[in-house]
Protein backbone atom coordinates (compact mmCIF):
# COMPACT_ATOMS: atom_id res chain seq x y z
CA UNK A 1 0.00 0.00 0.00
CA UNK A 2 1.67 3.46 -1.00
CA UNK A 3 1.56 6.70 1.18
CA UNK A 4 3.01 9.67 0.48
CA UNK A 5 3.27 13.38 1.79
CA UNK A 6 5.17 16.03 1.14
CA UNK A 7 7.25 17.64 3.49
CA UNK A 8 8.41 21.18 3.59
CA UNK A 9 11.82 20.87 3.27
CA UNK A 10 14.24 20.72 0.88
CA UNK A 11 17.97 18.46 0.76
CA UNK A 12 21.00 20.12 0.05
CA UNK A 13 20.14 20.32 -3.68
CA UNK A 14 17.50 22.59 -2.85
CA UNK A 15 14.99 19.68 -4.28
CA UNK A 16 11.85 19.69 -2.58
CA UNK A 17 11.55 16.61 -0.76
CA UNK A 18 9.03 13.81 -0.95
CA UNK A 19 8.96 10.88 1.81
CA UNK A 20 7.01 7.01 0.35
CA UNK A 21 6.19 4.84 2.41
CA UNK A 22 6.35 1.25 0.14
CA UNK A 23 6.86 -1.18 2.40
CA UNK A 24 7.25 -0.84 6.52
CA UNK A 25 11.27 -0.80 6.36
CA UNK A 26 11.96 1.19 4.09
CA UNK A 27 11.48 4.80 5.07
CA UNK A 28 13.58 8.07 3.74
CA UNK A 29 12.94 11.46 1.51
CA UNK A 30 13.69 11.34 -1.87
CA UNK A 31 14.07 14.08 -4.49
CA UNK A 32 10.56 14.70 -6.43
CA UNK A 33 12.53 14.17 -9.64
CA UNK A 34 12.72 10.31 -8.43
CA UNK A 35 11.77 7.17 -10.83
CA UNK A 36 8.14 6.60 -11.40
CA UNK A 37 5.63 7.08 -8.46
CA UNK A 38 4.65 3.45 -7.29
CA UNK A 39 8.26 1.92 -7.88
CA UNK A 40 8.72 -0.60 -5.48
CA UNK A 41 12.46 -0.50 -6.33
CA UNK A 42 12.77 2.76 -4.84
CA UNK A 43 15.16 1.86 -2.13
CA UNK A 44 17.58 4.32 -2.14
CA UNK A 45 16.67 6.58 0.60
CA UNK A 46 19.43 7.69 3.16
CA UNK A 47 19.84 5.36 5.77
CA UNK A 48 22.15 5.55 8.94
CA UNK A 49 22.52 1.90 9.15
CA UNK A 50 25.35 2.89 12.04
CA UNK A 51 27.25 2.27 15.51
CA UNK A 52 26.22 4.59 17.90
CA UNK A 53 27.19 4.75 21.32
CA UNK A 54 27.01 6.68 25.10
CA UNK A 55 28.64 5.84 28.30
CA UNK A 56 27.90 7.98 31.35
CA UNK A 57 30.48 8.60 33.83
CA UNK A 58 30.66 10.66 36.85
CA UNK A 59 30.49 14.27 36.12
CA UNK A 60 28.94 13.47 32.73
CA UNK A 61 29.16 11.51 29.37
CA UNK A 62 30.94 10.18 26.54
CA UNK A 63 28.92 9.39 22.99
CA UNK A 64 30.28 8.43 20.20
CA UNK A 65 29.13 7.19 16.64
CA UNK A 66 30.58 6.35 13.19
CA UNK A 67 29.74 8.87 9.99
CA UNK A 68 28.60 6.49 7.47
CA UNK A 69 25.13 7.47 5.24
CA UNK A 70 24.02 4.81 3.02
CA UNK A 71 21.36 5.30 0.43
CA UNK A 72 22.00 1.34 -1.37
CA UNK A 73 24.99 0.31 -1.83
CA UNK A 74 26.03 3.95 -2.27
CA UNK A 75 27.60 6.06 0.33
CA UNK A 76 26.05 9.09 0.32
CA UNK A 77 28.67 10.63 3.62
CA UNK A 78 31.22 9.03 4.55
CA UNK A 79 31.66 11.73 7.24
CA UNK A 80 28.00 12.47 8.45
CA UNK A 81 27.76 14.22 11.86
CA UNK A 82 25.09 11.66 13.34
CA UNK A 83 25.87 13.25 17.11
CA UNK A 84 23.07 16.15 17.22
CA UNK A 85 22.85 19.17 19.45
CA UNK A 86 19.24 19.74 20.95
CA UNK A 87 20.32 21.83 23.95
CA UNK A 88 23.81 23.07 25.25
CA UNK A 89 24.15 20.25 27.33
CA UNK A 90 22.24 17.43 25.67
CA UNK A 91 22.81 15.48 22.92
CA UNK A 92 21.24 12.60 20.78
CA UNK A 93 22.91 9.73 18.95
CA UNK A 94 20.62 9.18 15.72
CA UNK A 95 20.68 5.39 13.81
CA UNK A 96 17.65 4.81 11.43
CA UNK A 97 16.14 7.04 8.15
CA UNK A 98 18.27 10.25 7.80
CA UNK A 99 15.80 12.16 7.01
CA UNK A 100 13.39 10.68 10.18
CA UNK A 101 15.71 11.59 12.67
CA UNK A 102 16.48 14.80 11.56
CA UNK A 103 13.39 15.61 11.71
CA UNK A 104 12.70 14.63 14.98
CA UNK A 105 15.75 16.37 16.55
CA UNK A 106 14.54 19.55 15.04
CA UNK A 107 11.54 19.22 16.73
CA UNK A 108 12.40 18.10 19.94
CA UNK A 109 15.07 21.23 19.99
CA UNK A 110 12.55 23.53 18.79
CA UNK A 111 10.33 22.23 22.00
CA UNK A 112 13.11 21.97 24.43
CA UNK A 113 13.89 25.67 23.53
CA UNK A 114 10.83 26.56 24.06
CA UNK A 115 10.77 24.68 27.63
CA UNK A 116 14.03 26.09 28.76
CA UNK A 117 12.61 29.77 28.16
CA UNK A 118 9.55 29.18 30.00
CA UNK A 119 11.64 27.70 33.13
CA UNK A 120 14.39 29.77 33.15
CA UNK A 121 17.01 27.23 33.59
CA UNK A 122 18.49 24.75 31.53
CA UNK A 123 16.33 21.53 30.57
CA UNK A 124 16.68 18.15 32.10
CA UNK A 125 18.21 15.45 30.25
CA UNK A 126 15.23 13.44 31.33
CA UNK A 127 12.73 15.42 29.87
CA UNK A 128 14.41 15.84 26.49
CA UNK A 129 14.56 12.06 26.35
CA UNK A 130 10.69 11.85 26.92
CA UNK A 131 10.34 14.21 24.52
CA UNK A 132 11.83 12.07 22.40
CA UNK A 133 9.94 9.20 23.21
CA UNK A 134 6.81 10.73 22.79
CA UNK A 135 7.43 11.66 19.10
CA UNK A 136 9.13 8.15 18.16
CA UNK A 137 6.12 6.36 19.95
CA UNK A 138 3.05 8.20 18.45
CA UNK A 139 4.14 7.65 15.07
CA UNK A 140 6.09 4.44 15.54
CA UNK A 141 4.41 2.71 12.50
CA UNK A 142 5.68 5.72 10.48
CA UNK A 143 9.29 6.23 11.37
CA UNK A 144 12.60 4.47 11.25
CA UNK A 145 14.58 6.06 14.38
CA UNK A 146 16.78 4.67 16.63
CA UNK A 147 18.04 7.52 19.16
CA UNK A 148 20.37 7.28 22.21
CA UNK A 149 19.84 11.11 24.05
CA UNK A 150 22.74 11.70 26.31
CA UNK A 151 23.89 14.34 28.26
CA UNK A 152 24.79 16.17 31.76
CA UNK A 153 21.86 18.04 34.09
CA UNK A 154 22.44 19.47 37.64
CA UNK A 155 20.41 17.00 39.28
CA UNK A 156 21.34 13.61 37.94
CA UNK A 157 24.68 14.55 36.89
CA UNK A 158 25.37 12.55 33.28
CA UNK A 159 22.80 10.39 32.24
CA UNK A 160 22.48 8.05 28.95
CA UNK A 161 18.58 7.35 27.91
CA UNK A 162 18.01 4.57 24.67
CA UNK A 163 14.64 5.52 23.07
CA UNK A 164 14.92 2.27 20.89
CA UNK A 165 12.87 1.47 17.11
CA UNK A 166 9.42 1.47 18.57
CA UNK A 167 9.31 4.36 21.44
CA UNK A 168 10.39 2.63 24.33
CA UNK A 169 12.53 5.09 27.02
CA UNK A 170 15.01 3.43 29.32
CA UNK A 171 18.14 4.79 31.31
CA UNK A 172 21.14 2.24 31.07
CA UNK A 173 24.75 3.44 32.15
CA UNK A 174 25.68 2.57 28.73
CA UNK A 175 23.90 1.40 25.63
CA UNK A 176 24.58 1.28 21.84
CA UNK A 177 22.45 1.48 18.91
CA UNK A 178 22.10 0.74 14.98
CA UNK A 179 23.10 -1.86 12.90
CA UNK A 180 26.63 -2.36 14.24
CA UNK A 181 25.56 -2.59 17.54
CA UNK A 182 25.04 -6.19 17.72
CA UNK A 183 28.48 -7.02 16.99
CA UNK A 184 29.68 -5.44 19.86
CA UNK A 185 27.74 -6.65 22.66
CA UNK A 186 29.52 -9.05 23.76
CA UNK A 187 32.76 -6.66 24.00
CA UNK A 188 30.77 -4.15 25.77
CA UNK A 189 29.59 -6.55 28.19
CA UNK A 190 32.94 -8.24 28.71
CA UNK A 191 34.68 -4.51 28.88
CA UNK A 192 32.79 -2.07 31.03
CA UNK A 193 33.23 -1.12 34.59
CA UNK A 194 31.32 1.15 37.01
CA UNK A 195 33.18 4.14 37.85
CA UNK A 196 34.80 4.63 34.79
CA UNK A 197 36.75 7.85 33.86
CA UNK A 198 36.18 10.26 31.38
CA UNK A 199 39.76 9.53 29.36
CA UNK A 200 38.66 5.40 29.81
CA UNK A 201 35.17 6.57 28.53
CA UNK A 202 36.70 7.76 25.52
CA UNK A 203 38.89 4.93 25.12
CA UNK A 204 36.28 2.37 25.50
CA UNK A 205 33.70 3.78 23.37
CA UNK A 206 36.37 4.41 20.33
CA UNK A 207 37.57 0.46 20.89
CA UNK A 208 33.87 -0.21 21.16
CA UNK A 209 32.86 1.34 17.56
CA UNK A 210 36.26 0.28 15.89
CA UNK A 211 35.25 -2.99 16.46
CA UNK A 212 31.93 -2.54 14.83
CA UNK A 213 33.09 -0.64 12.16
CA UNK A 214 35.21 -3.47 11.20
CA UNK A 215 32.65 -6.17 11.06
CA UNK A 216 29.42 -4.42 10.07
CA UNK A 217 29.28 -3.48 6.37
CA UNK A 218 26.98 -0.98 7.20
CA UNK A 219 29.43 1.31 9.68
CA UNK A 220 32.47 3.04 8.96
CA UNK A 221 34.44 6.45 8.01
CA UNK A 222 35.71 8.13 10.89
CA UNK A 223 34.69 7.78 14.53
CA UNK A 224 32.99 11.29 16.11
CA UNK A 225 33.29 11.56 19.97
CA UNK A 226 32.01 14.02 22.29
CA UNK A 227 32.15 14.26 26.01
CA UNK A 228 29.29 16.46 27.94
CA UNK A 229 30.27 17.78 31.03
CA UNK A 230 28.89 20.09 33.38
CA UNK A 231 32.28 22.43 31.77
CA UNK A 232 31.28 22.35 28.20
CA UNK A 233 31.59 20.26 25.48
CA UNK A 234 34.45 18.50 23.92
CA UNK A 235 34.00 17.48 20.79
CA UNK A 236 36.70 15.12 18.79
CA UNK A 237 37.20 13.22 15.78
CA UNK A 238 39.57 10.05 14.97
CA UNK A 239 40.39 9.64 11.24
CA UNK A 240 39.95 6.21 9.64
CA UNK A 241 43.78 5.29 9.92
CA UNK A 242 44.42 6.30 13.59
CA UNK A 243 41.64 3.74 14.26
CA UNK A 244 42.50 1.32 17.13
CA UNK A 245 43.33 -2.04 15.29
CA UNK A 246 42.66 -5.46 16.74
CA UNK A 247 44.95 -8.45 15.84
CA UNK A 248 42.37 -10.68 14.24
CA UNK B 1 9.01 -26.59 2.09
CA UNK B 2 6.64 -29.84 1.89
CA UNK B 3 7.87 -33.39 1.56
CA UNK B 4 5.54 -35.81 0.38
CA UNK B 5 2.28 -33.76 -0.32
CA UNK B 6 1.92 -32.99 3.50
CA UNK B 7 3.65 -29.84 5.65
CA UNK B 8 4.49 -29.58 9.08
CA UNK B 9 2.48 -27.16 10.35
CA UNK B 10 4.54 -26.24 13.25
CA UNK B 11 8.36 -25.08 13.77
CA UNK B 12 11.10 -27.87 13.56
CA UNK B 13 13.66 -28.06 15.78
CA UNK B 14 16.28 -25.93 14.86
CA UNK B 15 19.97 -25.47 16.55
CA UNK B 16 20.34 -22.53 14.69
CA UNK B 17 19.61 -20.49 17.57
CA UNK B 18 22.53 -21.40 18.94
CA UNK B 19 26.55 -20.55 19.73
CA UNK B 20 28.98 -22.17 18.70
CA UNK B 21 33.01 -21.60 18.95
CA UNK B 22 36.31 -23.31 17.87
CA UNK B 23 40.06 -21.46 18.61
CA UNK B 24 43.23 -23.27 17.90
CA UNK B 25 46.04 -23.49 20.13
CA UNK B 26 50.24 -24.34 19.78
CA UNK B 27 49.32 -28.22 19.66
CA UNK B 28 45.48 -28.54 19.78
CA UNK B 29 42.16 -26.91 19.68
CA UNK B 30 38.62 -26.19 21.80
CA UNK B 31 35.49 -25.98 20.38
CA UNK B 32 32.76 -25.17 22.84
CA UNK B 33 28.99 -24.69 22.28
CA UNK B 34 25.56 -24.04 24.40
CA UNK B 35 23.25 -26.13 24.85
CA UNK B 36 19.56 -24.96 23.76
CA UNK B 37 17.72 -26.37 20.89
CA UNK B 38 14.36 -24.59 19.84
CA UNK B 39 11.58 -24.82 17.75
CA UNK B 40 9.92 -21.42 17.66
CA UNK B 41 9.49 -20.07 21.27
CA UNK B 42 9.67 -23.18 22.45
CA UNK B 43 13.17 -24.91 24.04
CA UNK B 44 12.95 -28.83 23.24
CA UNK B 45 16.12 -29.09 24.48
CA UNK B 46 17.84 -27.32 27.57
CA UNK B 47 21.03 -29.60 27.73
CA UNK B 48 21.85 -30.83 24.15
CA UNK B 49 25.48 -31.68 23.59
CA UNK B 50 26.17 -29.71 20.10
CA UNK B 51 29.79 -31.02 19.68
CA UNK B 52 29.80 -34.11 17.94
CA UNK B 53 32.78 -36.04 17.33
CA UNK B 54 33.87 -37.00 13.93
CA UNK B 55 36.60 -39.37 15.01
CA UNK B 56 38.59 -39.70 18.14
CA UNK B 57 40.74 -36.39 17.65
CA UNK B 58 37.98 -34.54 15.28
CA UNK B 59 35.27 -32.70 16.60
CA UNK B 60 32.62 -30.35 14.98
CA UNK B 61 29.85 -27.88 16.10
CA UNK B 62 26.35 -28.08 14.67
CA UNK B 63 24.38 -25.12 14.07
CA UNK B 64 21.18 -24.36 11.83
CA UNK B 65 18.58 -27.31 11.25
CA UNK B 66 19.26 -29.99 14.48
CA UNK B 67 17.68 -32.56 11.96
CA UNK B 68 20.69 -31.62 8.93
CA UNK B 69 23.36 -30.60 11.15
CA UNK B 70 23.18 -34.12 13.09
CA UNK B 71 22.93 -36.25 9.96
CA UNK B 72 25.35 -34.44 8.88
CA UNK B 73 27.85 -35.12 11.54
CA UNK B 74 26.62 -38.99 11.14
CA UNK B 75 27.21 -39.23 7.45
CA UNK B 76 30.63 -37.69 7.72
CA UNK B 77 31.89 -39.92 10.89
CA UNK B 78 30.83 -42.90 9.25
CA UNK B 79 32.99 -41.82 5.76
CA UNK B 80 35.87 -41.09 7.90
CA UNK B 81 35.67 -43.98 9.46
CA UNK B 82 35.50 -45.79 6.39
CA UNK B 83 39.00 -43.83 5.03
CA UNK B 84 41.01 -44.26 7.85
CA UNK B 85 40.87 -47.77 7.37
CA UNK B 86 41.50 -47.58 3.98
CA UNK B 87 44.45 -44.69 4.53
CA UNK B 88 45.34 -47.28 7.61
CA UNK B 89 46.07 -44.44 10.23
CA UNK B 90 44.15 -41.37 11.49
CA UNK B 91 42.66 -39.04 9.25
CA UNK B 92 43.53 -35.61 8.70
CA UNK B 93 40.83 -32.50 10.04
CA UNK B 94 41.22 -30.88 6.83
CA UNK B 95 39.83 -34.65 4.98
CA UNK B 96 36.92 -34.50 7.71
CA UNK B 97 36.28 -30.79 6.98
CA UNK B 98 36.46 -31.55 2.98
CA UNK B 99 34.03 -34.20 3.78
CA UNK B 100 31.47 -31.76 5.29
CA UNK B 101 31.87 -29.24 3.06
CA UNK B 102 31.36 -31.83 0.23
CA UNK B 103 28.04 -32.27 1.67
CA UNK B 104 27.31 -28.56 2.34
CA UNK B 105 28.04 -27.77 -1.15
CA UNK B 106 26.61 -30.48 -3.19
CA UNK B 107 23.55 -30.07 -0.98
CA UNK B 108 23.34 -26.58 -0.18
CA UNK B 109 20.02 -25.45 -1.55
CA UNK B 110 18.09 -28.41 0.42
CA UNK B 111 20.34 -28.16 3.73
CA UNK B 112 20.28 -25.55 6.30
CA UNK B 113 22.99 -26.40 8.78
CA UNK B 114 26.74 -24.94 9.55
CA UNK B 115 29.03 -27.21 10.97
CA UNK B 116 32.14 -26.06 12.28
CA UNK B 117 35.28 -28.55 12.36
CA UNK B 118 37.85 -28.66 14.74
CA UNK B 119 40.92 -31.47 15.71
CA UNK B 120 44.55 -32.19 15.74
CA UNK B 121 46.23 -34.41 13.48
CA UNK B 122 49.94 -35.39 13.44
CA UNK B 123 50.79 -33.40 10.20
CA UNK B 124 49.60 -29.84 10.62
CA UNK B 125 48.54 -29.86 14.71
CA UNK B 126 45.43 -28.12 16.52
CA UNK B 127 43.40 -26.39 13.09
CA UNK B 128 39.47 -24.80 12.63
CA UNK B 129 37.97 -25.10 9.56
CA UNK B 130 35.06 -23.18 8.47
CA UNK B 131 32.42 -24.99 6.22
CA UNK B 132 28.99 -22.04 5.93
CA UNK B 133 27.03 -22.65 2.98
CA UNK B 134 29.92 -25.25 0.84
CA UNK B 135 33.16 -22.99 1.25
CA UNK B 136 36.06 -24.62 2.98
CA UNK B 137 38.18 -22.51 5.18
CA UNK B 138 40.59 -22.53 7.93
CA UNK B 139 41.04 -19.76 10.44
CA UNK B 140 42.46 -19.61 13.66
CA UNK B 141 39.62 -19.41 15.49
CA UNK B 142 35.43 -19.19 14.38
CA UNK B 143 32.12 -18.68 15.70
CA UNK B 144 29.13 -19.62 14.28
CA UNK B 145 25.46 -19.54 15.45
CA UNK B 146 23.01 -17.15 16.10
CA UNK B 147 24.30 -15.81 18.96
CA UNK B 148 27.84 -15.53 17.20
CA UNK B 149 26.62 -11.85 16.43
CA UNK B 150 26.88 -10.56 19.56
CA UNK B 151 30.78 -11.58 20.09
CA UNK B 152 32.13 -10.42 16.83
CA UNK B 153 33.89 -7.70 18.46
CA UNK B 154 34.64 -9.49 21.64
CA UNK B 155 36.63 -12.16 20.02
CA UNK B 156 38.19 -9.70 17.64
CA UNK B 157 39.43 -7.66 20.80
CA UNK B 158 40.23 -10.65 22.94
CA UNK B 159 42.06 -12.93 20.10
CA UNK B 160 45.68 -12.90 20.50
CA UNK B 161 48.28 -15.22 18.96
CA UNK B 162 50.34 -17.42 20.82
CA UNK B 163 47.23 -18.28 23.33
CA UNK B 164 48.10 -21.29 25.53
CA UNK B 165 45.53 -24.06 26.43
CA UNK B 166 44.13 -22.15 29.39
CA UNK B 167 43.77 -19.26 27.65
CA UNK B 168 41.70 -20.69 24.50
CA UNK B 169 39.40 -22.70 27.37
CA UNK B 170 39.12 -19.74 29.41
CA UNK B 171 38.57 -17.41 25.77
CA UNK B 172 35.52 -20.55 24.52
CA UNK B 173 33.86 -19.48 27.87
CA UNK B 174 33.82 -16.36 28.49
CA UNK B 175 32.49 -15.80 24.72
CA UNK B 176 29.80 -18.51 25.28
CA UNK B 177 28.18 -16.85 28.45
CA UNK B 178 28.73 -13.53 26.56
CA UNK B 179 26.49 -14.77 23.79
CA UNK B 180 24.03 -16.75 25.89
CA UNK B 181 23.30 -13.30 27.73
CA UNK B 182 22.47 -11.40 25.04
CA UNK B 183 21.32 -13.89 22.39
CA UNK B 184 17.27 -15.38 23.74
CA UNK B 185 18.01 -18.20 21.59
CA UNK B 186 21.07 -19.52 23.13
CA UNK B 187 21.36 -20.27 26.64
CA UNK B 188 21.33 -23.31 28.87
CA UNK B 189 24.62 -24.60 29.58
CA UNK B 190 28.20 -24.61 28.33
CA UNK B 191 30.12 -27.66 26.78
CA UNK B 192 33.47 -27.64 25.55
CA UNK B 193 35.89 -30.14 24.55
CA UNK B 194 39.21 -29.56 24.51
CA UNK B 195 41.54 -32.36 21.61
CA UNK B 196 45.08 -32.40 21.84
CA UNK B 197 47.73 -35.04 20.99
CA UNK B 198 47.57 -36.64 24.77
CA UNK B 199 43.82 -36.94 23.90
CA UNK B 200 40.03 -35.25 24.00
CA UNK B 201 39.09 -33.65 27.48
CA UNK B 202 35.00 -32.66 27.41
CA UNK B 203 34.13 -30.36 30.10
CA UNK B 204 30.41 -29.08 30.66
CA UNK B 205 30.19 -25.91 32.98
CA UNK B 206 26.43 -25.26 34.56
CA UNK B 207 24.76 -22.61 33.84
CA UNK B 208 24.94 -20.74 37.58
CA UNK B 209 28.82 -21.34 36.85
CA UNK B 210 29.19 -19.03 34.03
CA UNK B 211 31.58 -16.14 34.28
CA UNK B 212 29.35 -13.00 34.96
CA UNK B 213 29.66 -9.53 33.81
CA UNK B 214 28.79 -6.06 35.17
CA UNK B 215 24.98 -6.45 35.28
CA UNK B 216 24.44 -9.67 36.69
Same mark, same amino acid.
Given at each position: ?248 | ?79 ? $??? #??? =? ?9 ? *??? +?? /? ?78 ? $??? #??? =? ?9 ? *??? +?? /? ?11
Amino acid at each position: MLKCFTDNRFNTHGQRLTVHFDSPNLYGAVPEVSPAKGDPSSAHRPINTTTIMAVEFDGGVVIGADSRTTTGAYIANRVTDKLTKVHERIFCCRSGSAADTQAIAEAVSYQLGFHSIELDEPPLVQTAANLFKQMCYRYREELMAGIIVAGWDKRKGGQVYTVPMGGMLVRQPVSVGGSGSSYIYGFIDSNYKTGMTKEECLRFTADALALAMERDGSSGGVVRLAAITEAGLERSVILGNQLPSFSA | MTTGGFSLGQPTPSVKATTIIAIAFEGGVVIGSDSRVSAGASVVNRVMNKLSPLHDKIYCALSGSAADAQTMAEIVNYQL $DVH #SIE =VGEDPLVRSAA *TLV +KN /ISYKYKEELSAHLIVAGWDRRAGGQVYVTLDGLLARQPFAIGGSGSSYIYGFVDAEYRQGMTKKDCQEFVVNALALAMNR $DGS #SGG =VAYFVTIDKDG *TDE +KC /ILGNKLPTFFDE
